[in-house]
């Protein structure tokens, strides 16, 4: 249950806002209702605040930028697709709204250590 916003102090409502933003911006894009990844100007702008604040504010809050956050979301989702789904990568990407699938097999071999094939690989092979 979220706290009432009048006992949070302004950085934790901040910090609670932003992260009902992403989820709302993730959903929107595996809906298919936007095609476009929200930047942090953006967050920052449907909160009304500038995007130097708002970092430093997610930042002070939790200790990881918004864009660790964001990130990570969108591995969370690219992983749960390659493991639940049969879509075809470049699918995936395209979903995610990477302009490349490329650019999105860089994105998860920075974060996983292999690529979104070999993911999907080692997966089938541990069933």
């Given amino acids: 249950m979220p706290i009432p916003k009048k006992l949070l102090s302004r950085k934790e409502e ?12 993730i959903d929107d894009v595996l809906k298919g209702r936007t095609n476009t ?6 967050f920052a702008a449907l909160l009304f605040i500038h995007p130097a604040h708002f970092s430093n504010t997610i930042k002070l809050t939790t200790g990881y930028s918004p864009c660790h956050f964001a990130e990570q979301r969108v591995l969370e989702e690219a992983k749960r697709m390659l493991s639940e789904t049969d879509k075809a990568i470049n699918e995936i990407s395209y979903q995610l709204t990477f302009n490349e699938p490329t ?15 070999q993911f999907r690989k080692q997966l089938l092979e541990n069933t």
């Fill in 37 to 42: 990844m929200y930047h942090i100007k953006d």
């Fill in 14 to 25: 901040i910090t609670q806002d932003f992260f009902t933003l992403l989820e709302k911006h």
């Fill in 103 to 117: 650019n999105f097999t860089k994105f998860f071999k920075s974060f996983e250590g292999v690529t979104p094939r």
